[in-house]
T-cell receptor, first 110, second 111 residues
Framework: GQNIDQPTEMTATEGAIVQINCTYQ??????LFWYQQHAGEAPTFLSY????GLEEKGRFSSFLSRSKGYSYLLLKELQMKDSASYLC???????????FGQGTELSVKP | DAGITQSPRHKVTETGTPVTLRCHQT?????MYWYRQDPGHGLRLIHY???????DKGEVSDGYSVSRSKTEDFLLTLESATSSQTSVYFC??????????FGSGTRLTVV
């Protein structure tokens, strides 16, 4: 299968740092995306990793280890507006299909 | 300037009726996708297209068909709607390293 696993829910405090993990099947792996989705809205693109290492974009960073089939999304200086679902999605070498994990619902508390 | 639009935004239909959802892109992207999103399941791929008249099945294609007669339009048809197809449907196109851009979604209720 093409299992993508991420925690269902996480809670963090405003101003803190939170790390959301994602694991996936390594065979045929092509690239990994992170999306943010607020309730009732469409997913929006956050990051794309294809090589090992850390990609930083402001308060958000994404890390990839291809050999371990592992990625994380790091959110710093959390704000209340960061409360949303965070979706890990992977493409394998199968003609461009993007397959999603179930998403991690992040709640940011004051 | 919405690059990808879906219609209708909301629809209520009766069990057994056919339903067609439309996705329109203003860009010239080759790849387009249809997903459904349900609580506890996340986004699941229904069908996708890699060019005009070129389509393939995704994870949950049973009961759905698609057509792509023009680059800009990708249609999803529920042949005979069932209550299990009540869901939010998202269309997307592929934009390389910039990710996949999603439409605003269609909320479909089958009664």
């Amino acid at each position: 299968g093409q299992n993508i696993d991420q925690p269902t829910e996480m809670t963090a405090t405003e101003g803190a740092i939170v790390q959301i993990n994602c694991t996936y099947q390594t065979s045929g792996f092509n690239g990994l995306f992170w999306y943010q989705q607020h309730a009732g809205e469409a997913p929006t693109f956050l990051s794309y990793n294809v090589l090992d290492g850390l990609e930083e974009k402001g308060r958000f960073s994404s890390f990839l280890s291809r050999s371990k089939g592992y990625s994380y999304l790091l959110l710093k200086e959390l704000q209340m507006k960061d409360s949303a679902s965070y979706l890990c999605a992977v493409t394998w070498n199968q003609g461009g299909k993007l397959i999603f994990g179930q998403g991690t619902e992040l709640s940011v508390k004051p | 300037d919405a690059g990808i639009t879906q219609s209708p935004r909301h629809k209520v239909t009766e069990t057994g009726t056919p339903v067609t959802l439309r996705c329109h892109q203003t860009e010239n992207h080759r790849y387009m996708y249809w997903y459904r999103q349900d609580p506890g399941h996340g986004l699941r791929l229904i069908h996708y297209s890699y060019g005009v008249k070129d389509t393939d099945k995704g994870e949950v294609s049973d009961g759905y068909s698609v057509s792509r007669s023009k680059t800009e339009d990708f249609l999803l048809t529920l042949e005979s709607a069932t209550s299990s197809q009540t869901s939010v449907y998202f269309c997307a196109n592929a934009n390389g390293r910039n990710g996949y851009t999603f439409g605003s979604g269609t909320r479909l209720t089958v009664v």
